[in-house]
């Protein structure tokens, strides 16, 4: 069975980092590009990052780019997001979402990330 | 990367149709043929309902179906069910290995 579970969340003060990880299992993961979506409290989906399956590819909304940084180990199936510099703003549900293509097909249960003084 | 625009909410009683609409750009939408649509309950993680506009994954009943006209993606459902009843979000490929979603839908079943 295909599975992504994301872990890492938490409470932090704004400007501080956090570190998201994404532990896969059912699939090979150096076969799959691999997504982080956010969802703030009440609020819709927003893409925030892109890595292809060799790392050779990466990229980030323009609201993240800069402070956060995505990266993966296909050695240890395991996905990250560091994020620096955190704002109020980046409080959401994180998810990780396998890419097929260029669809979401499989998602994780996500990890709250809460910014706050 | 301004979000696709949905209808905030859509209803319709058990058995009816309903369409929800998703309108983008020439840039996403109109672009490309990677519209997906996601289903998520209250608490619960998306899950993918059509992908590449109009395909369904496997184990997504065939009342589910999605269509594309111009720079507008619709996904319909058709037999409401009561379990039907959740937020549904549309996604578009931007280019560049970039995505953006709407802002969702909220179908209630009457």
């Known amino acids: 069975e295909v599975q992504v579970v994301e872990s890492g969340g938490g409470l932090v003060q704004p400007g501080g980092s956090l570190r998201l990880s994404c532990a896969a299992s059912?699939?090979?993961?150096?076969?799959?590009?691999m997504n982080w979506v956010r969802q703030a409290p009440g609020k819709g989906l927003e893409w925030v990052s892109y890595?292809?399956?060799?790392?050779?590819?990466?990229y980030y909304a323009d609201s993240v780019k800069g402070r956060f940084t995505i990266s993966r180990d296909n050695a240890k199936n395991s996905l990250y997001l560091q994020m620096n510099s955190l704002r109020d703003e980046d409080t959401a549900v994180y998810y990780c979402?396998?890419?097929?293509?260029?669809?979401?097909?499989?998602w994780g249960q996500g990890t709250l990330v809460t910014v706050s003084s | 990367q301004s979000a696709l625009t949905q209808p905030r909410s859509v209803s319709g009683s058990p058995g009816q149709s309903v369409t929800i609409s998703c309108t983008g750009t020439?840039?996403?939408?109109?672009?490309?043929?990677?519209v997906s649509w996601y289903q998520q309950h209250p608490g619960k993680a998306p899950k993918l309902m059509i992908y590449?506009?109009?395909k369904r994954p496997s184990g997504v009943p065939d009342r589910f179906s999605g269509s594309e006209s111009g720079n507008t993606a619709s996904l319909t459902i058709s037999g409401l069910q009561a379990e039907d009843e959740a937020d549904y979000y549309c996604?578009?490929?931007?280019?560049?290995?970039?995505?953006?979603f709407g802002g969702g839908t909220k179908l209630t079943v009457l």
């Open positions: 979402a396998r890419a097929d293509t260029l669809n979401f097909d499989y």
């Open positions: 059912g699939f090979t993961l150096s076969s799959y590009s």
């Open positions: 890595i292809s399956s060799s790392s050779s590819t990466i």
């Open positions: 020439s840039s996403d939408v109109g672009g490309y043929n990677y």
């Open positions: 590449d506009v109009s």
């Open positions: 996604c578009s490929y931007a280019g560049s290995y970039t995505w953006v």
